[in-house]
């Protein structure tokens, strides 16, 4: 826990078990597995209602009125640019959550594509996008860790469990 504190939900239990989990997650980041551990370590333990569609998972919130996206995809490292905002690798990672987004939206047409909101997870990078209303266009947000980058570590994956918890996805 180095320079910075951080709270964990208290789903996890102890800081113990949080690094327990954060230790699979970084597992299931190397091997590819990272939806099957959201699937079995956050959603299933959390009674989380979800779909699995392969190559994401769905959750429909009926309470906030939004579809959550998570999806895993292997992107180059975003630290390597100088601008977060004027990066090719972010162009792509948006492209590809676009074609989630446009995926979902047609399998399911309950609701508007601004209500659809994607986890985008990587080996290099825990990355929300979601739709701003008042200015019009997708908006990201990324996890950073301690270091202010944003390679993932168990400060950035506690943020992660902790909004999904805000988001009322999980307790």
């Given at each position: 826990?180095?320079?910075?504190?951080?709270?964990?939900?208290?789903?996890?239990?102890?800081?113990?078990?949080?690094?327990?989990?954060?230790?699979?997650?970084?597992?299931?980041?190397?091997?590819?597995?990272?939806?099957?551990?959201?699937?079995e370590?956050?959603?299933?333990?959390?009674?989380?209602?979800?779909k699995?569609?392969?190559?994401?998972?769905?959750?429909?919130?009926?309470?906030d009125?939004?579809?959550?996206?998570?999806?895993?995809?292997?992107?180059?490292?975003?630290?390597?640019?100088?601008?977060l905002?004027?990066?090719?690798?972010?162009?792509?990672?948006?492209?590809?959550?676009?074609?989630?987004?446009?995926?979902?939206?047609e399998?399911?047409?309950?609701?508007?594509?601004?209500?659809y909101?994607?986890?985008?997870?990587?080996?290099?990078?825990?990355?929300n996008?979601?739709?701003?209303?008042?200015d019009?266009?997708?908006m990201?947000?990324?996890?950073?860790?301690?270091?202010?980058?944003?390679?993932?570590?168990?400060y950035?994956?506690?943020?992660?469990?902790?909004?999904?918890?805000?988001?009322?996805?999980?307790?």
């Amino acid at each position: 826990m180095d320079n910075k504190t951080y709270h964990i939900p208290k789903w996890v239990g102890n800081k113990e078990k949080f690094q327990e989990l954060y230790k699979e997650f970084k597992r299931s980041l190397s091997n590819g597995n990272t939806l099957k551990f959201l699937k079995e370590k956050i959603f299933e333990p959390n009674n989380v209602k979800y779909k699995d569609y392969g190559d994401y998972i769905e959750i429909i919130n009926t309470k906030d009125d939004k579809v959550y996206l998570f999806i895993y995809y292997d992107f180059d490292n975003i630290d390597e640019w100088d601008d977060l905002y004027d990066n090719p690798t972010i162009t792509d990672i948006l492209e590809y959550a676009d074609e989630k987004i446009d995926e979902a939206f047609e399998r399911n047409k309950i609701l508007e594509l601004e209500n659809y909101e994607i986890f985008v997870i990587g080996k290099n990078a825990i990355i929300n996008v979601s739709y701003n209303r008042y200015d019009y266009e997708w908006m990201v947000l990324y996890f950073f860790n301690k270091n202010k980058e944003c390679k993932p570590d168990d400060y950035s994956f506690a943020k992660f469990l902790r909004i999904l918890t805000k988001k009322g996805i999980i307790n």
